[in-house]
């Protein structure tokens, strides 16, 4: 879904089908701040209220996305692999473009104390994705649930690449290597942040290198009403190293909006500001592996995504707190609350952010 960004005013192209209705509880009057580390929680808020997500009994699986819990924007739901795009996000990469066609975004911290994306495609496409780039060892974990998926990016070190090109990996590249055919340079960018391509263009690619591109991927998160143990949540500020990344809930359009604290407002080429309905935080252990990732001699980072760790789950203006649990790489993190209960999530799209565990996050009610 597509939120239009022009100055101060946004818009909203609402094109999910009427009979999709979120409703959403955020009890307590007033704001309440809170400052979370993975490592050990400190306390929020008032009272506990329920957040509930009303999903039409006509819709079933096979008229709603995989990776979103929704029906598609228009037409059927498309069979096809999922396609994965790694993207930049350095002040340079600004304004990047084809993130918000994503079903799927994941935040991962990278060297340096900056952050890059993945961005996953299934029921949309993207005319243009800018800018992409490098892959990692840590991309092949988080992307494992998905089965087999379509990878695009625009290099990397040797043992990342033999990683990516291993059986096990269930990854197709189509990354710049094998399919430069399917990327161009923006002539108006410099270079490393103007490697372009498209959904349209990688699928494509996909074909002619004789990939099964219609193996639709497994739903990645439940949908549904989470009945306790939620708190308001206005705005959640990620204090990531080089700036701090807001999420902040606009009422109008039921979506939460996303900016940083050096170039506001996260703009796109296309004057679309990046929005999701549902924003995920996974608090998880970070280390550096032994392969140096580039001619500063910075080590590459790895995650520890397997085991259990603190979550936030925040959608409809409201955040459950809990726990996250995945029991090996083949299968997607769930999340528990209050009581053992399942959190779940409102059908759209969502952003995961994986945070180190000395991350610090400021939620306001």
């Known amino acids: 879904m597509r939120v239009p960004f022009g100055g101060r ?11 999709l209705a979120l409703v959403a509880g955020c ?24 957040t509930t997500t009303k999903v ?8 709603t996305c995989p990776l979103t819990g929704a029906p598609p924007a228009s037409g059927p739901v498309p069979r096809r692999t999922a396609l994965a795009v790694k993207v930049e996000n350095l002040p340079q990469a600004r304004p990047q473009w084809g993130l918000d066609h994503a079903d799927i975004v994941y935040e991962e911290p990278v060297e340096g104390g900056i952050t890059r994306f993945i961005a996953v495609y299934q029921c949309q496409g993207a005319p243009r994705i800018e800018p992409v ?16 998926i379509l990878f695009g990016y625009s290099g990397a070190i040797q043992p990342v690449l033999n990683q990516v090109d291993s059986p096990g990996s ?8 094998k399919a430069g055919y399917a990327y161009y340079r923006d002539p108006t960018r410099y270079e490393p942040h103007n490697f372009t391509t498209s959904t349209k263009a990688l699928y494509a690619a996909a074909k002619s290198l004789g990939y099964n591109v219609e193996l639709p ?25 080089l700036d701090v990344t807001t999420w902040t809930w606009d009422p109008k359009t039921r979506r939460y909006l996303r900016s940083y604290s050096d170039t506001g407002p996260a703009v796109q080429g296309d004057n679309v500001q990046i929005s999701a309905t549902n924003v995920v935080l996974m608090w998880v252990t970070e280390y550096a592996t032994q392969y ?14 397997t085991g259990t760790g603190p979550a936030w789950v925040v959608h ?50």
Request: proline share 8%.
């Open 9 to 19: 005013r946004v818009a909203v192209l609402l094109a999910t089908s009427a009979s």
């Open 27 to 50: 009890g307590g009057p007033g704001k309440k701040a809170a400052v979370q580390r993975g490592d050990a929680a400190t306390s929020t808020s008032g009272p506990a209220t329920t």
């Open 56 to 63: 039409s009994l006509l819709r079933t699986h096979g008229h």
């Open 133 to 148: 780039r490098s892959a990692r060892l840590v991309d092949i974990q988080i992307l494992r649930p998905l089965g087999k």
């Open 170 to 177: 269930l990854l197709e590249d189509v990354g710049g290597n």
């Open 217 to 241: 991927p497994p739903p990645q998160f439940s949908y549904g009403r989470t009945r306790t143990g939620a708190a308001p949540a206005a705005s959640v500020a990620i204090h990531f190293p």
């Open 292 to 305: 140096v990732e580039d001619s500063t001699g910075a080590h590459e980072n790895d995650l520890v995504l």
């Open 316 to 365: 409809d203006g409201a955040v459950f707190k809990g726990t996250w649990k995945r029991p090996s790489l083949a299968s997607p993190a769930t999340f528990v609350g209050t009581g053992g209960t399942t959190i779940k999530l409102s059908p759209g799209n969502t952003w995961e952010e994986l945070l180190p565990t000395s991350t610090q996050v400021k939620l306001e009610g």
